[in-house]
Every structure is written in C-alpha cells, then in structure tokens.
C-alpha cells in the first residue's frame, strides 16, 4: 500500500480502529509516530498539497528533545540541529550583555536543539513515510465530521478518533467550539534567515542571543548545523490576513529598530536580512475545551500562544506523547475513546495554562522601557544566572 497519496477521492480504505489526525504540522506528526509506536493505525488527512518550508529557526527545549529521540528521531535530526550553550540576554539601552544562562539543566539529560523548522518536519515526515502503521494523504482537508455510535466519521470514512492538529485557525475547533476562536495579540513576528558566512563575524552569536529593546524584542541563532543565522523581530503591528504569513518592507521594520532606540551591532543584524516574512501573533484564549467525545485538539489548534518562551512547538510535541499514552490501553473499545481523550485534557491543559501565562510575561518584560528597563536589567544581575536558570526547570524537567 502506498503511504503517502494526493487528494481525497479514494474509496474508505479507513480501517475501523483507525485514529485520523487532521493536520501534518509538527503536532500531527508527532502525534502519528507516538500513537503508532503504541501499536494504533493512524491517518493524517493534510489540507496542502505539498508541505512546505514555512517558518524558520524553533529552538526545542529538553522537555521536547526527550520525546523526539524517544520516538527515535535523533539520527534523522543530528546532521541538521545545533546544540548552544548559552542564552546572552542583552539590551538595547547599553548595546551589551545583562546576564548569560547556560541552557539545559544538568538533570534534564537531554539536549537544548536549534533547528530549522523544514528540517525538523522533514525528519519527522521521513519517520512517518517509513512507518507501516501511517498513511500520509495531501492535499485532503478535513471539511466534515460526524459523531457516530462506533467513534465518528471523518470526510466519510469511519474512524475511532479524530484529532484535530490542525494550527491556530483549525477547522476541527470551528466545528467542536466555534465560540473560542484565536485572537491577534497587535504584535507581528518578522522571520528571516541568512548565510552565516554572510553576517559580519562578530555578530555570529555563538548560542542564543535575545535582545530586550523598547516595545519589541529580536531573538538570534544559528541554524542548520550552523550554517545559517535565524533572526525573529517581534513589534507592534497592523492585524494580517488569517491563515498565513507574508513577505516583509524591510524598511518598515529598520524603521522600528531606529538609531535612537537600538545600538549599532543590533541594528546591523537586522539590516544583514533581505527576506523578512512576517507573522501576527495569535493567541487562544487559557484553558478552552480541548476534546469533545472521540475529537480531541492538539498543539496550536487547542492552545495557539505567544512564541516567547518557545514552547508553541515544543508543547504540541509533550501533547503527543500524552494523547499517545492515554489512547494506548484503548484498543478498539470506542467506548473508551472519550474518557481517555477527557483524561489527556486534564493532564495538559494545567501545564500548558502556565506556559501560555509564562510567555505573555516574558514579552512585557523584554519590552519595558525608560527607567523600568533599567530596573529589569539590574534585577536580572542581582538575581543571577543559577537562580534565573532554575526558574526554567519546570518547562525543560517534565517528563512523560
Ligand atoms: C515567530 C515564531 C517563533 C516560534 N518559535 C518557537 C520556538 O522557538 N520553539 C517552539 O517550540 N515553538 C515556536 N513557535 C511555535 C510553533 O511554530 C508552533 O506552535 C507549532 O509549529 C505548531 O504546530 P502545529 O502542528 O500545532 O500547527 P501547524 O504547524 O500550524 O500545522 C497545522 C497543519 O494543519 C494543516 N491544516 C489546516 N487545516 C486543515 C484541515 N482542515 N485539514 C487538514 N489539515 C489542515 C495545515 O496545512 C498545517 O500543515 C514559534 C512560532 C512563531 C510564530
């Protein structure tokens, strides 16, 4: 059989304890090779035709890193990650560093990654292929749904479950909790990436760089084993068509970062990028329905955040393995289908609150300015690199 067609127009093939995801982003992946790995038949049904390179650099915490190579993806994604260090928090006020945080804890045994997103879908999409339990079917939106007394029935076919890892504006949501929809935070994210070799050499950063600046912040890494430099630019902007992102006037955002709020080897960063695209910023409002009888939502489409503790991702991958290990001792009881999706929704959603709340501080802290910026910056010296690190600990110690 083959794993991976185009289109929909195929006769049910679904077999009866098949779990079909909606979606092939990193969540919907993800969630096929844990589910399969427990032994249950899984297809994605993916809107696009061809999946494309979107995004740029994720960074992937302990917390995420341990389920992927859990699920045996590290060969697959060694050539292409980067293992920093460190994080430099620095500021716009001075131009220079306030503090650097080693990044990982030593008791989280396994590593911090810098990946460029394609790369990360690619390895994902190529465990996935490879895996007799997956169909793959692009180009195949998930248009209709139906509750059924065997589980539900999903563009037609019968399946035991419907996950819905469809991203922020999700179909599956719009059908199961139309009233809770995702909102534009006012903030825009301008993505780009460039040839290390192009940026001048003492501005490669070695680790993370994350600069706090007036009313925006920049983020700096290198990805794809080094090779390319990954900048995010986050700053005020006009709400976007839903769905996607766009290409960027690089002078609107040279403008943002001005000589008179930015030093000069920032502002020299930002103007080393010719191919900004930009993406508004959604957020889903805390602690929504995530699961309704044998549908169940995952990553963006249950809990779309703001990217400032980068863990949008790295949730939608924890949500995986959870989802996974409640469906596990389910087998073909449709019955059991619902309680074990209620049981993966009160198992995530108390974690995931906090870090939706964590990253909407990080941002208002990166962005004060004036004396509150001074202020920001001398706590972060006096508290220290240790006891700012430890405050990471939750996030990167979970474990399934
Ligand atoms: C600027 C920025 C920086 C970020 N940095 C980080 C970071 O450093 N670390 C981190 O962990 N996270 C980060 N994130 C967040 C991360 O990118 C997302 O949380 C993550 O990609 C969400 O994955 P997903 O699979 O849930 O959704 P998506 O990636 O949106 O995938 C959804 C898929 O569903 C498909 N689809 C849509 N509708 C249908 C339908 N009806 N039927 C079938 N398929 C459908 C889409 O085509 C798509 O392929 C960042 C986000 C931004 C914007």
Redesign the pocket.
Known sequence: MRRERQGCLIPAVTAPRTIVI???????LTAALALAARGVRVLI????ARLEEA?AG???SPN?TRILIGLGLQPRLAPHVTTPASVSIMTARSGGEVIRLPLGSPDSHAPYWLVH?ADLQSALLGAVTAHPDIELRLGC???SLRATPAGITVNGEPALALIG????W??VRRQLFPETQPHFSGLI?W?GTLETSRLERTLIPQGVQLWMGPKAHLVVYPVSSGERINM?AIMPGAAMQPGGSDAGDASEIRRHFAASRWPANARAMIESIDNWRR?P?LTMPDGGMWHEGSVAL????AHAML?FA?????M?IEDAAVLAECLRPVGDDAAAIAPALARYATLRQPRVTLIQRTARQSGQIYHLHGPMALARDLTMRALGAGRLQARQDWIYNWRL
């Open positions: 909606a979606g092939a982003g990193i969540g919907g049904c993916e809107k696009a995004g994720l960074q992937l995420a997103r939106p998930v248009e890892a469809d991203g922020a999700s179909f994210a993505r995010v993406w910023l995952l990553g963006d489409a990217p980068a863990q949008g991702a790295g939608a």
